[in-house]
């Protein structure tokens, strides 16, 4: 674990889990992997996911930029509302972090996240394309406007706290929304989304998917019939992990 300055200088714990061959001294391709919420929190734990990668000889670093939790009410509420803003300019600043690092090939990054980690990745890929080789967006948010539109209440109410009421803050939220932004985009990018989800609905992976298609930029877009807003069904993560493993080894050469 590492604290990595924001730079406003808040300090950014970062976790990172590296295969054995770091202790060659080998440059390795990173995934820096964003977690959703975005009050929510990573930690060190085993994550079958993170076992797949690093067994592959990716290193696996987890940010826990501002607004996570367990690191105190000032930190976890840093990012609400129009202090988004300075929120995601951590994105950049634990990229750049990653690539300085003496295990990393700092032109073999992928920024990768699921959910509000999935709208990370949008973000990263947009905003900071210098940063990034490719992109793994797992049911992320591309448009902040259509989301409040077609979201569920709970997570409605929540998101208004955490990103601004539509109606009241909808300048902010087109701001900060990534579908405004493609054009930007020059990273490979991996979708999944599921056909059932009530909480960031497949129209937002469509919205991403379609646009990147249209400007030619290389996207695989996986959609599983029998998931919600979840990965949890064994066949569809075998054949996730599988089919993004192939994409990132294609897409980083």
């Not at 295969?19 to 080998?26: D, F, L, Q, R, S």
């Not at 020059?186 to 991403?208: H, K, M, Q, T, W």
């Not at 290389?218 to 996730?240: Q, T």
């Amino acid at each position: 674990t590492s604290e990595v300055a924001a730079h406003d200088g808040l300090e950014i714990p970062v976790h990172a889990f590296l295969p054995p061959e770091v202790k060659n001294g080998a440059k390795l391709p990173v995934i820096v992997n964003y977690h959703g919420g975005p009050t929510s929190v990573s930690e060190i734990r085993w994550n079958s996911q993170v076992r797949f990668f690093t067994s592959l000889g990716y290193a696996w670093v987890e940010p826990n930029v501002r607004g996570s939790t367990g690191f105190g009410r000032k930190y976890v509420m840093a990012d609400d509302g129009a202090k988004r803003r300075e929120a995601l300019k951590d994105i950049e600043t634990t990229g750049k972090w990653v690539a300085a690092q003496p295990w990393a090939d700092k032109d073999r990054l992928v920024i990768y996240g699921g959910s509000y980690g999935g709208y990370t990745t949008l973000v990263g890929v947009t905003r900071y394309p210098h940063v990034w080789r490719a992109g793994v967006d797992i049911f992320g948010v591309a448009n902040w406007v259509t989301f409040m539109q077609t979201t569920t209440g709970y997570i409605r109410e929540v998101f208004k706290d955490e990103i601004g009421d539509p109606n009241k803050d909808r300048a902010l939220l087109e701001e900060l929304s990534p579908i405004h932004d493609v054009a930007r985009i020059r990273s490979p990018l991996f979708v999944y989304a599921g056909a059932n989800d009530p909480r960031v609905p497949r129209s937002e992976s469509d919205l991403i998917v379609n646009a990147l298609r249209t400007r030619g930029v290389p996207v695989e877009y996986m959609v599983a019939e029998d998931e919600g807003h979840s990965l949890g069904r064994r066949e569809n993560l075998i054949e996730f992990m599988a089919r993004c493993a192939r994409f990132l080894e294609q897409s980083l050469g």
